[in-house]
């Protein structure tokens, strides 16, 4: 990528994974444009880092397209992305800019698919989930895919201990009313909360895990074909109860003045990982697939820290997107292929 001559922004720089990515874009001689609508806190990296900066919101999409004209790609990191990624979406359709976001919504991979012919017609990427969610576990699926070409099933899972940055935990409080996701017979279906639990190895020894509603639940059918498909965290028995209890008050977690109570809280006390321990906490990957027969293959990965993954493997994303000749929705490995995570 000729970095004089492409265009491209970080929308949300001033949040804890867009400035992660605005420093390491700088820091690899890239000069972003960071844009979001804090002014104070935009304005503040941005001379820090000697980057131009936008401030705008995504309320008026006449003024959004307006800042993007001039842009080859976006990457968007403002969420939650079930509010915003459809309005940037659209605004790059209008302005010929490449899509790219940091998003784990399945619901926002769902509604960026259904844009697939509208940015096939632009000549421009649909890319959601260019970071920890769901660059490796997107690489391990479609690796599993490569060894049994006729999986039936597919189940993956990570092992992270990094903890959550302020977005990514509303977005987890967001999810609660929803209760689960898997995929069954090709279509994704609602299942309560900890729906399944079983033993997994994720490379460090066997633990408890739960099945959760991951972003691959959607990106992986895409990527593999694979009509079934379940993901997997490490869960303690408590908190494994804990959920299955809540599946009888789900309805409840979603009104407003209890979302607004859980978000405030998270705002008082969660700040995401320090540089010092993302540096020694890395991910640990694991994917299992399954054919007709009942044959099993399993495979096992490692990775970076989930938001160091993001911080560099987004900025590795613009490098492709900037140089590819593909259009229309794409995941990071039908966009690049499997041995994407190498490179990161």
Known sequence: MSKETKNWMIYGANGYSGELIARHAKANNFTPILAGRNQASIESLAK????????F??????NIVKNLESMDAVIHCAGPFSATAEPM????IESKTHYLDITGEIAVFEMAKSYNQQAKDAGIVLCPGVGFDVIPTD???SQLKEIMPDATHLALGFDSKSGFSPGTAKTSVEGLSKGGRVRKNGEIIQVPLAFKTRKIDFGAGEKLAMSIPWGDVSTAHFTTNIPNIEVYIPASPNLVKKLKRMNYIRPLLGLGFVQNFLKKRIEKSVRGPSEKTRAKLNTYLWGEVKNAKGEV????LECSNGYTLTMTGSVKMVEYVLNTDKTGYQTPTTLVNNKLLDEI
């Open 89 to 92: 979406i659209k605004a790059c």
């Open 139 to 141: 690489c391990l699926a």
């Open 57 to 62: 919101d995504l309320s008026d999409p006449s």
């Open 297 to 300: 293959k399993t495979l096992r």
């Open 48 to 55: 820090e880092l000697d980057c131009e900066f936008r401030i």
